[in-house]
């Protein structure tokens, strides 16, 4: 009985040790129409403090250890890498907005 309750506890340990990671919303088309050259440079910003919060959230720490002791760390592992691949994916699509958006007119003569 009492092997039970520790392997039963220990359990319900593991389930809630999985770390809670930032998540980085794509961009919608409302937010591509909307958004102006400051305020994506504000979203971008936002998203770099987004993955600065993810490599915080990923340094050791007691949710580590009961991670790998409910799956060898594999949850707290595929939540930050798709959390860093949102946010890269959010970047990237900023950052190629704010180039079409944002782009410089060309020069008299050109």
């Given amino acids: 009985m009492r092997k039970t309750t520790l392997i039963a506890t220990a359990l319900l340990l593991t389930a809630c040790a999985t770390k809670q990671y930032p998540q980085a919303p794509a961009v919608t088309d409302e937010e591509a129409v909307s958004l102006n050259c400051q305020a994506l440079e504000l979203e971008i910003a936002k998203t770099h403090a987004v993955e600065q919060e993810i490599k915080q959230t990923s340094s050791f720490d007691y949710r580590t250890v009961m991670g790998f002791l409910g799956d ?34 060309p020069g008299p003569g050109l």
């Fill in 72 to 105: 060898f760390g594999i949850g707290n592992g595929l939540a930050r890498r798709n959390a860093s691949e949102k946010a890269k994916s959010r970047l990237s699509q900023l950052q190629a907005l704010r180039d079409v958006k944002c782009a410089a007119p």
